[in-house]
T-cell receptor, first 116, second 115 residues
Framework: SQKIEQNSEALNIQEGKTATLTCNYT??????LQWYRQDPGRGPVFLLL?????KEKRKERLKVTFDTTLKQSLFHITASQPADSATYLC???????????????FGKGTHLIIQP | NAGVMQNPRHLVRRRGQEARLRCSPM?????VYWYRQLPEEGLKFMVY????????ESGMPKERFSAEFPKEGPSILRIQQVVRGDSAAYFC?????????????FGPGTRLLVL
């Protein structure tokens, strides 16, 4: 069956350090992968999208890598701040066999805590 | 430019009642998606709609759940005869183009509690 795995336990990082979150998937060949941030009681907020032919994508302090051979994406936050504390979700597009568009498939997310 | 709006933000229903969740997409967006998030679970896709059309409902339970996106007005997710297992956060997302091309913009969610 199709599966997306993210670190299920909370990740505690000291302020100023780099936080690295992992997203692994099986049985997919996604055209792109997305990362979202979700704060308690709120909806997910889009952060970055990386395509299958891109190895790396950056946006300010954020960096995403995408290894289609390993079926893995890494999400990095450099110079982390307490305000970065949130749950980070990995999402893939899943197309059905007919080529139609389906919704995104999300991992359960990793809860990141940046300690001052 | 207002984002995706959902109402109500919180909804309490007793078993057997009906729940209606509303979603107004971002201005200019004609594609709407509904997701459900159970406690300690990830977001699960339910249904994808365009104006007056259901494009993909592969994630919808076969019974009691329905969705619509009329020509005028918000998208509605309707749950009939709610049960306790329906308690969850329901999120709506919209996009300007069809899924498979770009990102989705999420609303704040409706938290449904079934007593």
């Amino acid at each position: 069956s199709q599966k997306i795995e993210q670190n299920s336990e909370a990740l505690n990082i000291q302020e100023g350090k780099t936080a690295t979150l992992t997203c692994n998937y099986t049985n997919y060949s996604p055209a792109y992968l997305q990362w979202y941030r979700q704060d308690p009681g709120r909806g997910p907020v889009f952060l970055l999208l990386i395509r299958e032919n891109e190895k790396e994508k950056r946006k300010e302090r954020l960096k995403v890598t995408f290894d289609t051979t390993l079926k893995q994406s890494l999400f990095h936050i450099t110079a982390s701040q307490p305000a970065d504390s949130a749950t980070y979700l990995c999402a893939l597009d899943i197309e059905d066999s007919g080529g139609g568009a389906d919704g995104l498939t999300f991992g359960k997310g990793t809860h990141l805590i940046i300690q001052p | 430019n207002a984002g995706v709006m959902q109402n109500p933000r919180h909804l309490v229903r007793r078993r057997g009642q009906e729940a209606r969740l509303r979603c107004s997409p971002m201005k200019g967006h004609s594609h709407v998606y509904w997701y459900r998030q159970l406690p300690e679970e990830g977001l699960k896709f339910m249904v994808y709609l365009q104006k007056e059309n259901i494009i993909d409902e592969s994630g919808m339970p076969k019974e009691r759940f329905s969705a619509e996106f009329p020509k005028e007005g918000p998208s509605i997710l309707r749950i009939q005869q709610v049960v306790r297992g329906d308690s969850a956060a329901y999120f709506c997302a919209s996009s300007p183009r069809g899924q498979g091309i770009g990102t989705q913009y999420f609303g704040p969610g409706t938290r449904l509690l079934v007593l």
